[in-house]
């Protein structure tokens, strides 16, 4: 048998870097009238609750083979026709080729990994970065390639060369809440195309603007005119448009990547929830899943401005931030270079508030000046009370 010695190495290579936040934050939900502003959750009283246990019942009822024996890898057949011909644009012919559905987002960026990166990979990364991409790719050690998006001196060609991918979260990036603008699509997309570099689209909040119209997906920019078999690897996912639960995204992407990442997939679980499937299914062919959104984002868009006003009233000395057009999340940079956030997120706890400290989206763990912070989850006055405890929380740490 293994010593405790020779098994530590194995974990290891899982736990990485990881510093206590995350050990801090499985302790959190046990802490009596905390005002939890740190996950990414979208708040439950946005689930339709009697339409989805009628999808449900309907998916046993009328197709028991679907939603209880195993599915097909690929997905249901029937799924996949449904979010090609969702995704498809003028120019931009997807079929079910191009479609894979997996357990969640979350799985498509594990997958990708596991076909993609070899020990030590690089990655061009929008940074900083959302943490499940982190986790998911942390077993191959890869290095990061820091993609500046914002900076006028963005040359996306050579951020991409040698790289095994680009990573980015256009629509409402998880940590920041930033939008990409459509000049920077475009340039990202035509250096994948002249590189070879894939280009992967991560897409959990494309449906949450709540200011303007969606900008065009990098997806639909790679269309060439006919079957897609282009450079970008998108990832959509049912968790915000609907609930996380179900446990249902997609990846839409060359037919060759999916034929891989299909292998790689039976590897892992060898199909996705037949029943998440058949109500994902009927959720969006009823016209369910598009009929809820205008009062999410009514909903959300309250959130978004009571948070922001909370913090112009409380916050505006300690931080700066932009209010984001959409998405989940604000992203606020201490003013006082000496403020660590790590240490923040204890202080925070002990005033009764939770948000996320930058250090768990940097590859190097080396920011420890900014936070996350989620505006969906809370109630207006509940957010407007967490930003007070924060002020409270940051002054203390700052006196320290
Ligand atoms: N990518 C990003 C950027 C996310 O924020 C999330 C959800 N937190 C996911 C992927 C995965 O979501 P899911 O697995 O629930 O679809």
Same mark, same amino acid.
Request: a negative charge; one cysteine or more.
């Given at each position: 048998?293994?010593?405790?010695?020779?098994?530590?190495?194995?974990?290891?290579?899982?736990?990485?870097?990881?510093?206590?936040?995350?050990?801090?934050?499985?302790?959190?939900?046990?802490?009596?009238?905390?005002?939890?502003?740190?996950?990414?959750?979208p708040?439950?009283?946005?689930?339709?609750?009697?339409?989805?246990?009628?999808?449900?019942?309907?998916?046993?009822?009328?197709?028991?083979?679907?939603?209880l024996?195993?599915a097909?890898?690929?997905?249901?057949?029937?799924?996949?026709?449904?979010?090609?011909?969702?995704?498809?644009?003028p120019?931009?012919?997807l079929?079910?080729?191009?479609?894979?559905?997996?357990?969640?987002?979350?799985?498509?960026?594990?997958?990708?990994?596991?076909?993609?990166?070899?020990e030590?990979?690089?990655?061009?990364?929008?940074?900083?970065?959302?943490?499940?991409?982190?986790?998911?790719?942390?077993?191959?050690?890869?290095?990061?390639?820091?993609?500046?998006?914002?900076?006028?001196?963005?040359?996306?060609?050579?951020?991409?060369?040698?790289?095994?991918?680009?990573?980015?979260?256009?629509?409402?990036?998880?940590?920041?809440?930033?939008?990409?603008p459509?000049?920077?699509?475009?340039?990202?997309?035509?250096?994948a195309?002249?590189?070879?570099?894939?280009?992967?689209?991560?897409?959990?909040?494309?449906?949450?603007?709540?200011?303007?119209?969606?900008?065009?997906?990098?997806?639909?920019?790679?269309?060439?005119?006919?079957?897609?078999d282009?450079?970008?690897?998108?990832?959509?996912?049912?968790?915000?448009?609907?609930?996380?639960?179900?446990?249902?995204?997609?990846?839409?992407?060359?037919p060759?990547?999916?034929?891989?990442?299909?292998?790689?997939?039976?590897?892992?679980?060898?199909?996705?929830?037949?029943?998440?499937?058949?109500?994902?299914l009927?959720?969006?062919?009823?016209?369910l899943?598009?009929?809820?959104?205008?009062?999410? =984002? +009514?909903?959300?868009?309250?959130? %978004?401005? /009571? !948070?922001?006003?909370?913090?112009?009233?409380?916050?505006?000395?300690? @931080? #700066?931030?932009?209010?984001?057009?959409?998405?989940?999340?604000?992203?606020?940079?201490?003013?006082?270079?000496? =403020? +660590?956030?790590?240490?923040?997120? %204890?202080? /925070? !706890?002990?005033?009764?508030?939770?948000?996320t400290?930058?250090?768990? @989206? #940097?590859?190097?763990?080396?920011?420890?000046?900014?936070?996350?912070?989620?505006?969906?989850?809370?109630?207006?006055?509940?957010?407007?009370?967490?930003? %007070?405890?924060?002020?409270?929380?940051?002054?203390?740490?700052?006196?320290?």
């Amino acid at each position: 048998m293994a010593s405790e010695t020779s098994r530590r190495p194995a974990f290891a290579k899982w736990l990485g870097d990881t510093n206590d936040v995350t050990q801090i934050f499985l302790s959190a939900g046990q802490i009596p009238g905390l005002i939890n502003m740190a996950g990414g959750l979208p708040d439950p009283q946005t689930w339709p609750i009697k339409a989805m246990s009628d999808l449900a019942a309907k998916a046993v009822q009328d197709h028991p083979t679907d939603a209880l024996a195993y599915a097909p890898i690929e997905g249901l057949p029937a799924l996949r026709d449904l979010i090609a011909a969702r995704f498809s644009a003028p120019g931009l012919l997807l079929s079910r080729e191009n479609v894979l559905i997996t357990s969640g987002g979350m799985q498509g960026l594990d997958l990708i990994g596991k076909v993609l990166l070899e020990e030590g990979s690089l990655i061009a990364a929008q940074t900083p970065a959302y943490l499940g991409a982190l986790d998911a790719w942390r077993p191959r050690r890869p290095s990061y390639r820091p993609m500046r998006l914002d900076a006028n001196d963005f040359a996306p060609e050579t951020a991409l060369h040698g790289t095994q991918f680009a990573y980015t979260v256009p629509n409402f990036s998880n940590p920041t809440g930033r939008l990409v603008p459509l000049a920077d699509r475009q340039a990202l997309v035509a250096a994948a195309q002249a590189t070879g570099t894939w280009l992967i689209e991560d897409d959990p909040y494309g449906t949450l603007y709540y200011d303007s119209a969606p900008l065009a997906r990098m997806l639909t920019l790679a269309a060439t005119g006919g079957a897609y078999d282009g450079p970008v690897i998108y990832l959509g996912t049912l968790s915000k448009e609907l609930a996380p639960g179900f446990r249902v995204g997609w990846v839409i992407a060359a037919p060759e990547m999916i034929q891989a990442l299909v292998m790689a997939k039976q590897g892992s679980d060898m199909s996705t929830s037949g029943i998440g499937q058949r109500i994902t299914l009927d959720a969006f062919a009823s016209g369910l899943t598009d009929s809820i959104l205008p009062n999410i =984002l +009514n909903l959300y868009r309250d959130r %978004r401005d /009571a !948070l922001c006003a909370a913090m112009r009233t409380h916050l505006a000395d300690l @931080f #700066d931030w932009q209010t984001p057009e959409g998405g989940m999340f604000v992203w606020a940079t201490a003013r006082n270079p000496a =403020l +660590n956030t790590d240490h923040l997120l %204890r202080a /925070a !706890l002990a005033n009764g508030t939770c948000i996320t400290p930058s250090s768990v @989206f #940097d590859p190097t763990g080396q920011n420890r000046r900014a936070i996350r912070i989620n505006f969906t989850f809370n109630p207006p006055e509940k957010l407007t009370e967490g930003i %007070r405890r924060l002020a409270t929380a940051t002054r203390a740490c700052l006196a320290e």
